[in-house]
């Protein structure tokens, strides 16, 4: 593990001794919990971004609307019927 050295607003550090000696834990280990969850965070963020970016781009592309108006009308068919219930096991 490295030691990390930062600084603190007063009344942080205060507020994270209190919740930290609530949840029983050190305030280290509550830091590291705060920063795990918070690199969590920032990586879904950027995620949906990145989701997103490809959703405009697909958007603009009339070869993927029209793939997905093909799906689209795809899942309106109905399914074929099965007579042997194969999936009741």
Do not use: Y
Not at 20 to 47: N, V
């Amino acid at each position: 593990m490295i030691a990390l050295s930062i600084k603190l607003p007063t009344q942080l550090a205060e507020q994270s001794q209190v919740v930290a000696k609530k949840l029983g834990i050190t305030r280290s280990e509550l830091i590291r919990r705060a920063l795990i969850h918070e690199i969590e965070e920032a990586e879904a963020g950027l995620e949906r971004r990145s989701m997103a970016q490809c959703l405009v781009a697909m958007q603009a592309d009339a070869s993927e609307v029209e793939a997905n108006e093909a799906l689209d009308q795809a899942f309106d068919e109905p399914l074929p019927v099965e007579d042997d219930g194969w999936w009741r096991g």
